[in-house]
C-alpha cells in the first residue's frame, strides 16, 4: 500500500511540473472548479477570444515577440522569461494563470509602464489572508500530544502557509497586474485609476472574492471560502450590484438619474468595453423606452480612433470614476402612476468594436445588467 501511494505522489509531483494546478486541485476543489470558469484560467489566447483577436492584429505577431504573457500566461514560465515563443501548450490551455500564480506573489514593484509581481523564492510558500493568524506561517508538521501517544498533522503536505503578507489584506497583490497599462508610446491604454479611502474595509478582493459558501478545503470544515470564479465581468455580476447606486429626482421639466460608483476605482475603464444607463418608462400598460447613455473611454491618435499600441491620446472619456455620482439629465416627463425602471450595466466588448475584430460570440456584445432599480411615481 505504502509503495502505491508513493507512486501516486510521484506522479503528482511529476505533473505539477507542467501543470501547477493539479496538486492544489486535490485539497481545494470547490476553490478549483470555480477557478475553471473564471478569467485567470482563460487567459490566453486559446481561450480568450478578445485577447487573440488584439494579438492576431498586433505587429509584435509577426515578430513572435509576445509581451503579453506576464499577466496573462505567467504559469508559462519559460515564455515569461523570454526563453520560447507562444504556443499552444497544457499551461496556455488549462492553468495560463495558476493558483502559484497569485499566492506566490511577494510584492509589486511598481513602474510607471505597468507594475511587475516580484515572486517568492521559497519554492512550498503560499501567502494568503486570515486575519486571525495574521502576522504566523503555518508549516506542515505532526503535533504530539499525550506523552507522544497522539499524533496530529498541522498545515498543508504540499506548501507552507504565509499569513504575514500585507499584501494581501490588502489586495496589493492585484495591483501588479490589473492597476495600468502604457504602450511604448508612453500612454496609459489602461488605468484602474484606483482611489484609497483609508476608511475603507473593501478592497479588490472583498468586492471581487467575496465569501461565499462552501469548505476552502477538503481536510477541514469551514462555512465560506473567498469565491474564485472572478466577478469583475460576466461571472457573477450580480456580486457587484451593492457598489453601484441609482437615485431618481423629479424635475418640473423632466427628471434625473443619479449613478453613484462606491468602488474604489473607475467603473469600467477599458478601452474594449462599454458601460450604459438605461430607462424606461412602464405608464397604463405601455412601455416607454428613453435613449440610452452611454459611459465609454476612447482612445487613438490625431483625434481619431486607433489601436491600443497606436493610441497617444484619450479621444473621450465619460466612465464613471470611484466615488462620483454621475447626474443623467431626462427632458421625458413623469407622470404620476408612472414606474420608472432604470439599469446600469455593460458591454465585455462595446458591439462596434466586436464587429469590427469580427468576434462573433454573442455573450460578448450582450448587455450585462449590474444595478435594477425600480422608482413608483
Known sequence: MKIISALIALTVTLSCAQLENATCQKCHPKIFKEYEGSFHKNASIYNDSVHKAIWDL????????????????????????????????DIQVKEPVSCLSCHQIESIEKHSKSNKNVMTKEPKTFFTADKEKKGTKLVYQDKKSFFGMLKTRIGSPYHDIDYSNENFYDAQMCMGCHSHKQNANNFAICDLEVKVDPSSKETCISCHMPQTRGSFVNQKDSKTHAYHGTTALKMKPDMLSKYIELTLE?????????????????LVPHPLRLSKLKVRILREGKTIVLDEKLFVRVIGTDGKPSMPWLATEVIKDTAIKAFEKREVVYSDMLQKGDELEAQFGYHIVNPKIAEKLKLEDEKLRKFVILKKQKFSL
Do not use: R, S
Not at 64 to 81: E, F, I, Q, R, S
Not at 250 to 266: C, I, M, P, W, Y
Open 58 to 89: 498586433h505587429p509584435a505577431k509577426k515578430k513572435g515577440n509576445y509581451k503579453c504573457a506576464k499577466c496573462h500566461t505567467p504559469a508559462d514560465h519559460d515564455l515569461v522569461a523570454g526563453k520560447t515563443t507562444l504556443n499552444k501548450n
Open 250 to 266: 423629479k424635475q418640473e421639466k423632466g427628471f434625473k438619474v443619479f449613478v453613484k460608483n462606491l468602488a474604489n476605482h473607475t
